[in-house]
């Protein structure tokens, strides 16, 4: 399973952004998507969560009612979008999935990562 995110960039405050993930591979069915951030120096943290089956999401208190995660279960596609930028928000924005594939001796079930994707924010 390969995770692809993009969509980051330099935005003012204020600003939108749109972050897609794609997952790639063959053999796996994805349960749940997670968005995490990095700042620099600090630890990173789970921003949003979201489960393949029922699209049930959760959100960290310090985005909820300007993040909004999504998912294609069809293009196996994640998103994120992020309205009301602030210069706190500046972050390597990662993808992550949870997989289940089965294996020879039985069930695998993993968590992949994605590449992640800087969003700058501008003061």
């Known amino acids: 399973v390969q995770l692809q995110a993009s969509g980051g960039g330099l935005v003012q405050a204020g600003g939108s952004l749109r972050l897609s993930c794609a997952a790639s591979g063959s053999g796996f069915s994805i349960t749940g998507w997670e968005w995490y951030r990095q700042g620099l120096g600090k630890q990173r943290e789970l921003v949003a969560s979201i489960t393949s089956s029922s699209g049930r999401v959760n959100y960290a208190d310090s985005v909820k009612g300007r993040f909004t995660i999504s998912r294609d279960a069809a293009k196996n596609m994640v998103y994120l979008q992020i309205n009301s930028l602030q210069p706190e928000d500046t972050a390597v924005y990662y993808c992550?999935?949870?997989?289940?594939?089965?294996?020879?001796?039985?069930?695998?079930?993993?968590?992949?990562w994605g590449q992640g994707t800087l969003v700058t924010v501008s003061s």
């Open positions: 992550a999935a949870h997989t289940y594939s089965e294996g020879v001796t039985g069930p695998i079930v993993a968590r992949e």
